[in-house]
């Protein structure tokens, strides 16, 4: 699995350039308010780079997955033991190493694909969902033996320095998600890429090609659950500010899972796309809820009416747009002539 | 000695009895799946909204059984527009497709049903009482719940009458034959919509009965739909496209669950009945990946 950098064109580099001057420079110069940050920002750049994560694992190697919050909960906690446990570790190696902790439980509940897929394995990786957030609620070791159920996640501190305010939280995360994108964007075009979109496409046929199924499905479980679970530690440490294995339930599972398809299933953009999406739409609901109709409108039902625009999507983009946002947004610039310098 | 063995066989009868429950949901599961190859993920939403939707109606005064009729002939009209709105645009994509386009489905229902119902837990009560029947107490020494049994009966019931549909009648034949190959049975005149919705229909019937006997038990609440998604071991052990698969996973899920959580659940602080059914699935998967009596899975290239 060499890096392929060659095979980024002059405007992938143009963008990603943008991109990274948006991110670190013209927003923290226009944006002040603090809520933007830890409210809108960060959260969506967490769960975005789990939905990269899933995006991996389904987009690209097409098996069908529904643990991302399981692995998210690993990774969480193995951040928060490892920084109680070994003081001078720094916080990005503890980030690494619960990544990998993760991509192990990854490995481990990937196993099933190798036999089974479609339906079958997503009742699989359900155990692993269910398994890891039980073990990490049953055994007090885990919570420090904490039984309020709600554990204060620790400062973040790289190099001496603390990052404590929403916006160099917001750094941190933003370098973390920036550099791990990267490396996926990379990885989806270089030869691991190729391999898993062979598997999706066609096993039998990726594997008489000489394709090892067994190598390819695990490896894109095993980082996939990575990215999830780094997710997983950065969104605890840096959206929740506390660890409670009930925040990383089924919901949040599924939650990932409309990302990615409602993003558009096999692109990394999706994933952006699909997770300010789905995180924005209650908030933009919440917002018509109370300013049109002065709050009379019961928080539970704009909730539910928030599933339904979800599920129906769902069905829509099925049937209308099986590739997500991502390919509407494309086809929309195409229709605009935006993309006819090639 | 005695009593522990009573014991166990308390423990073995309350599993094998709230087995029956998942198969409910499994059943319905297997009766779309059988007919159009669609893994139906919306079933236990389906059991939600139909539950809901019954007790919602006997809340204003409608009374039980006008509430039953009324309710299944809405479980009818979900089941014409999920034909005419999701199978059918969506007739010939893969399987993934369709799954992912039932995930949607059972969220529009969730939603939906929460919203016109609202989200407090309600009580139903079907005149059965969820307590030991004081004559198998007393002559047996078991303490087995008249809820169970009552669930087991009309799940047997249920799979009694839909065998008999599926074998002897003129639309288990149109049934059988579309859920063989829908082009060579539309071709030669099975009228394959109608097919398509009666399924549904008894998929949502049957949704309805599993919804009444989980709502009388665990109450009316969100949380059916978890132990909804229990159905999903169950029919990975029974095989997606068998009725007796999925009674036989049920019973398997629902009796090693209860002693797994009984016999070595202390151990872990308790709590392993979440958990343990998908990772018995999965030792099943690995060992006989098409389940106890589906068909074997052939795959070409």
Redesign the interface.
């Known amino acids: 699995m060499k890096p392929v950098f060659m095979t980024f064109t002059r405007g992938d580099i143009i963008n990603f350039i943008v991109l990274m001057v948006l991110g670190f420079l013209i927003i923290p110069m226009t944006i002040t308010n603090g809520y933007w940050y830890s409210s809108i920002l960060i959260p969506w750049l967490c769960l975005a780079l789990a939905a990269v994560g899933q995006q991996i694992v389904m987009g690209y190697a097409g098996q069908?997955s529904l643990g991302a919050a399981g692995f998210m909960a690993a990774g969480a906690f193995a951040c928060f033991n490892l920084i109680l446990r070994i003081p001078d570790l720094p916080f990005v190696g503890a980030l690494i190493i619960s990544g990998l902790i993760a991509a192990a439980f990854g490995i481990l509940f990937g196993?099933?694909s190798l036999?089974?897929r479609?339906?079958?394995l997503?009742?699989?990786t359900?155990?692993s969902q269910?398994?890891i957030v039980?073990m990490i609620?049953?055994?007090g070791w885990f919570k420090n033996y904490d039984t309020s159920g709600i554990i204060t996640a620790q400062n973040i501190e790289i190099f001496g320095k603390s990052f404590t305010s929403p916006i160099n939280m917001y750094y941190v995360v933003l370098v973390v998600v920036a550099v791990l994108t990267l490396l996926a964007m990379n990885m989806v075009r270089g030869s691991a890429g190729r391999n898993w979109m062979a598997v999706r496409d066609?096993d039998?046929?990726a594997e008489?090609m000489g394709v090892s199924l067994l190598k390819t499905k695990l490896e894109a479980f095993a980082i996939s659950a990575f990215y999830c679970g780094v997710a997983g530690a950065l969104f605890a440490f840096t959206y929740l500010k506390s660890l409670e294995p009930v925040a990383f339930d089924?919901k949040l599972s599924?939650k990932i899972?409309f990302m990615v398809?409602l993003g558009g299933l096999g692109t990394i953009n999706g994933a952006f796309i699909g997770a300010a999406f789905i995180l924005l739409f209650p908030v933009v609901l919440n917002f018509i809820g109370n300013t049109a109709f002065h709050g009379s409108i019961d928080a539970?039902?704009i909730s539910?009416?928030?599933?339904?625009?979800?599920?129906?999507?769902?069905?829509i983009f099925?049937?209308y747009e099986?590739l997500g946002m991502a390919k509407l947004w494309e086809s929309i610039k195409s229709k605009i002539g935006f993309n006819k310098k090639k | 000695m005695i009593s522990e063995l009573l014991f166990f066989m308390e423990v073995l009868v309350a599993g094998l009895l709230s087995g029956t429950m998942y198969s409910l949901v499994a059943l319905g599961f297997v009766l779309i799946y059988k007919a159009s190859s669609t893994?139906n993920?919306a079933q236990g939403a389906m059991v939600f909204f139909a539950v809901l939707s019954f007790v919602g109606l006997m809340e204003f005064g409608i009374p039980f059984s006008v509430a039953f009729v009324l309710t299944i002939f809405l479980m009818i009209a979900v089941g014409l527009a999920t034909e005419r709105?999701?199978l059918r645009?969506?007739m010939n994509?893969s399987?993934?497709?369709?799954?992912?386009?039932t995930?949607?489905?059972?969220?529009?229902?969730?939603?939906?049903a929460?919203?016109v119902w609202?989200?407090e837990v309600r009580r139903l009560d079907l005149g059965i009482k969820d307590s030991p029947i004081p004559w198998i107490a007393d002559n047996l020494q078991l303490f087995i719940s008249a809820l169970d049994v009552t669930a087991g009966l009309v799940a047997t019931a249920m799979i009694i009458g839909l065998t008999l549909l599926f074998k002897y009648t003129k639309i288990g034949l149109g049934l059988r034959s579309v859920a063989d190959d829908a082009g060579a049975a539309s071709s030669i005149g099975i009228p394959l919509k109608h097919i398509m919705l009666l399924v549904w229909s008894a998929a949502g019937v049957v949704a309805l009965v599993a919804g009444m006997m989980w709502g009388a038990r665990a109450g009316v609440q969100f949380a059916l739909i978890?132990l909804a998604?229990k159905a999903?071991?169950v029919?990975?052990i029974g095989g997606f496209s068998s009725i007796p698969g999925a009674i036989i996973g049920g019973l398997l899920i629902g009796a090693s669950e209860k002693i797994l959580e009984v016999y070595i659940g202390p151990y872990?602080?308790?709590?392993?009945e979440?958990?343990a059914p998908?990772?018995l699935?999965?030792f099943f998967?690995?060992y006989r990946?098409e389940g106890l009596f589906g068909e074997k899975i052939i795959?070409?290239?």
């Open positions: 069908l196993l099933p036999r089974v479609g339906i079958y997503m009742v699989a359900l155990a269910f398994f039980w609620d049953k055994f066609m039998i046929a008489s089924i599924f899972l398809i539970t039902i539910s009416i928030e599933q339904v625009v979800f599920g129906a999507l769902m069905i099925m049937i099986p | 893994f993920f709105l999701v645009p969506l994509q399987e993934d497709t369709l799954l992912m386009a995930i949607g489905l059972g969220f529009v229902l969730e939603g939906l929460q919203a609202g989200v978890d998604l999903l071991p029919l990975i872990f602080g308790g709590g392993i979440g958990w998908y990772v699935a999965i998967l690995l990946p795959r070409r290239v």
